[in-house]
């Protein structure tokens, strides 16, 4: 796939979930006012942002969830909160495949290879349900072409203490007039063999 391509895909994607580019105004139901979009820096070691997601974290793979971290948190951050999530044409939304929140301001990253719980005993976090109704991370299962995902970071004002099995739209739902800014790591991902063992 060509970079134009990719570019375009990646335009229609943030398009179609109603996200600007970076610089471009906030969506006003979730943002505060004067407050721009993307400013923070999500990462990770494992994945290369614009790129084929590794098969890893695919159903075509092992499917666990890769190791995020993040950098620039606004000023006044209590709490994070992540949506992981690829544009499908024939839906009106898109399909969720990860979903965490309470996350501790003070915490860098997620490692990988989270368990599929709600509630890991060694983590303050809680994982909220994916598109499949159950809670943890399900990678993509592309078929044919190469499609589009986005993983996207929330810094919130506030700790909600929101109560297990959340999905992202009543996660969306609780961090109204809570976002400070947010940050997105953009990924691509394609049909592939599974691993042989």
Do not use: C
């Not at 398009?15 to 970076?22: K, N, Y």
């Not at 923070?40 to 084929?52: M, P, Q």
């Amino acid at each position: 796939m060509s970079i134009a391509t990719i570019t375009q895909t990646r335009r229609e994607f943030l398009r179609l979930v109603g996200v600007g580019t970076v610089g471009a105004a906030a969506p006003m139901s979730l943002l505060a006012d004067d407050v721009r979009a993307n400013t923070i820096r999500l990462s990770s070691d494992h994945i290369t942002a614009d790129a084929l997601l590794p098969i890893d974290n695919t159903q075509h793979g092992i499917d666990v969830s890769p190791p995020l971290r993040w950098e620039n948190l606004p000023a006044g951050t209590r709490e994070l909160a992540l949506i992981f999530e690829g544009a499908v044409t024939d839906q009106p939304r898109p399909f969720v495949h990860w979903v965490v929140y309470n996350i501790p301001a003070e915490l860098p990253g997620l490692a990988a290879a989270m368990p599929m719980e709600a509630r890991l005993h060694d983590q303050a976090f809680t994982q909220g349900l994916t598109g499949w109704k159950e809670p943890g991370y399900r990678g993509p299962y592309p078929r044919g072409e190469s499609q589009t995902f986005r993983f996207r970071l929330y810094a919130l004002d506030k700790k909600l203490n929101l109560p297990p099995g959340l999905d992202s739209q009543a996660l969306l739902k609780a961090m109204r007039g809570h976002v400070l800014d947010t940050g997105e790591l953009i990924v691509h991902a394609q049909q592939r063999g599974r691993r042989s063992g």
